[in-house]
């Protein structure tokens, strides 16, 4: 019997990235020590340390979710494949799985004075994500796999969303340098933005 999806199994592998790299998250969020922990207020107040780390936990896993949804969603805009069609769908897979990275830098420096330089990274991984998207879309186009019209007219509009995402994120790493913090805050909101667009998309 012949293939129906042409990228079944490559669909197989990236949904198995997508999982492990979610899973990957979830390490760095370490139990206080029991030896530090003489009362109930030592253990809130451990607890209390640990917030930088979900906080970076909770964004990571919304990004890598959206990600992982928009990536499902244009694979169902393709009837073909090509060698180029899997080398710059690869090259979103690694951006992907680098996010625990910068995830576990950023839950362990926001709220110190060195904060900086791990947003930066972080945010900065956002910029080459979008630049894996418009890698993705443009060999699309260019390959011709797009199944129909219909299915090129949404392609295109992922491409500038793509466009879009990278000027920001590159702004932001940017303006990181002196305000990390605020563009921390502002990196959770672009990406309730794109959750809102996401769920609306879907719908």
Not at 25 to 35: A, C, F, G, N, W
Not at 37 to 62: E, R
Request: with cysteine.
């Amino acid at each position: 019997m012949s293939e129906t999806n042409p990228n079944s199994r490559l669909e197989a592998f990236c949904d198995g990235v997508f999982a492990i790299a979610l899973t990957l998250l979830i390490i760095d969020i370490k139990i206080p020590s029991s030896e530090k922990i003489n009362t109930t207020n030592d253990l809130w107040i451990a607890l209390k340390y640990l917030l930088p780390s979900i906080f970076a936990f909770l964004l990571s896993f919304t990004i890598i979710l959206i990600t992982w949804v928009n990536h499902h969603g244009t694979l169902k805009l393709v009837n073909k494949s090509s060698s180029a069609f899997f080398f710059a769908n690869g090259f979103l897979l690694l951006t992907i799985v680098f996010i625990p990275f910068p995830t576990a830098l950023l839950g362990e420096y926001l709220l110190t004075d060195h904060s900086s330089p791990v947003v930066i990274l972080y945010v900065f991984t956002m910029a080459v994500q979008a630049i894996a998207w418009i890698l993705l879309t443009n060999v699309i186009f260019k390959d011709q796999l797009a199944k129909d019209e219909g299915s090129i007219l949404t392609i295109r509009e992922n491409r500038k969303y793509g466009i879009f995402a990278f000027i920001i994120y590159t702004l932001c790493g940017i303006i990181a340098i002196w305000f990390p913090l605020v563009i921390a805050i502002t990196t959770t909101i672009i990406w309730i933005f794109w959750l809102i667009l996401a769920i609306r998309f879907r719908n």
